[in-house]
């Protein structure tokens, strides 16, 4: 999904260069006119426009990935946000991945997200099912059943009607579970390419969105929001022991890691370390 990408200094074109080179397809659901008409032209991309809020809610995140979803043609589906990367040592183990999920009669696949902290160290965000079979009874953690206890993330995909029985397992609403072994790692880069001000005004938007779930330490307004951020960052960063070397980012967002200046995060944390050497 991509609304004003240019505006919001999102790695948007680097992203879809990643995402052409191992999918078959790649659906895009573009949430403004103005960045439709700027989209890059791919016979393996296809665009959808679905309006989106400038002040939006939570709950605008499933009602958008689950449009997506509806124009999806092929078996299998890879849900990556515009700000996330598929590693490229793992492009050509997909379809083997999927094939053993096949064999083994799974519908979900997990990947490893490794989300960056300035532009060498990153830490591990655990495993996430973000890759699954394309069947109706599994959608985007929208609330279709409602007499069942909701269980799972909104931008997760879950099981939408009721048990379902896979490989032996009983399966709740709610779940798709990864039972192979992918070990495959997508990228996050979050906030590496933009700079404090528009940073500071994307965060309070997600904070306002997420009012419903977020931690009061988010922040109340625009300011509090702003200072936990930059305490949050600070803190990842410090706490974040595993660092990389300029090869081992995607190759499709190597020059624009080297071509970071001052101004973003990903160069010195807008100051608050020393340059980030790679």
């Avoid at 990643?18 to 665009?47: H, L, Q, W």
Wanted: glycine share 6%; with cysteine.
């Amino acid at each position: 999904m991509i609304t004003k990408p240019d505006e919001r200094q999102d790695m948007w074109r680097e992203a879809l260069e990643n995402y052409i080179t191992f999918a078959d397809e790649v659906i895009v659901v573009v949430g403004d006119i103005k960045t439709y008409n700027d989209c890059v032209s791919n016979i393996k991309v296809k665009y959808v426009h679905l309006h989106w809020p400038e002040n939006w809610d939570y709950i605008e995140l499933p009602r958008h990935l689950n449009y997506g979803l509806h124009h999806c043609t092929g078996d299998w589906v890879l849900k990556l946000d515009i700000d996330q990367l598929l590693d490229d040592n793992f492009f050509n183990k997909i379809r083997g991945q999927i094939g053993k999920a096949i064999k083994y009669k799974v519908r979900g696949l997990g990947l490893e997200k490794r989300a960056f902290v300035g532009n060498n160290k990153y830490r591990s965000k655990g495993k996430q099912v973000i890759m699954f079979k394309r069947d109706d009874d599994i959608r985007f953690g929208e609330m279709i059943v409602p007499d069942k206890e909701y269980a799972g993330d909104l931008c997760q995909p879950i099981i939408v009607e009721g048990w379902k029985n896979m490989f032996s397992y009983n399966l709740p609403y709610g779940k798709l579970v990864d039972f192979t072994n992918s070990n495959m790692i997508y990228w996050n880069y979050n906030y590496v390419f933009k700079t404090q001000e528009v940073s500071k005004a994307h965060f309070w938007r997600f904070v306002r969105a997420y009012k419903e779930w977020a931690d009061i330490r988010f922040g109340v307004d625009e300011a509090s929001s702003w200072d936990f951020f930059n305490r949050m960052v600070l803190k990842y960063y410090q706490d974040a022991q595993k660092k990389v070397k300029l090869s081992d980012h995607p190759i499709a967002i190597r020059v624009r890691i080297k071509r970071l200046t001052e101004d973003k995060l990903g160069y010195n944390l807008w100051g608050k370390v020393k340059r980030m050497e790679l």
